[in-house]
């Protein structure tokens, strides 16, 4: 069965920094888009940071130059380093998979406090 296991959400305060991972096995297909969306209360799921198999990566404006999104092929593995971290960035965090078809992990919740 595919799993996705997300890790290193958490509480931070207005500036600081935190790590997600998310490690996927069992994936049936190769894997070619690997991604982080959000998801804030009351609000739609959005992308936050894409990249692909070959490491081109897409960042939402919100979060450009603080989030930097990178992957380890070898592991099945992306992980997402978010910095200045900001009120604004509170939500749940999922990770997303493509290969052929997506594939979601279960979420990690960030609350960035001011």
């Known amino acids: 069965q595919v799993q996705l296991v997300e890790s290193g959400g958490g509480l931070v305060q207005t500036g600081g920094s935190l790590r997600l991972s998310c490690a996927a096995s069992k994936i049936p297909f190769s894997i070619t888009f690997m991604a982080w969306y959000r998801q804030a209360p009351g609000k739609q799921r959005e992308l936050v940071a894409r990249?692909?198999?070959?490491?081109?990566?897409n960042y939402a404006d919100s979060v450009k130059d603080r989030f930097t999104i990178s992957r380890d092929n070898a592991k099945n593995t992306v992980y997402l380093q978010m910095n200045s971290l900001k009120p604004d960035d509170t939500a749940v965090y999922y990770c997303?998979?493509?290969?052929?078809?997506?594939?979601w992990g279960q979420g990690t919740q960030v609350t960035v406090s001011s």
């Open positions: 990249i692909s198999s070959g490491g081109t990566t």
């Open positions: 997303n998979v493509i290969a052929l078809i997506n594939y």
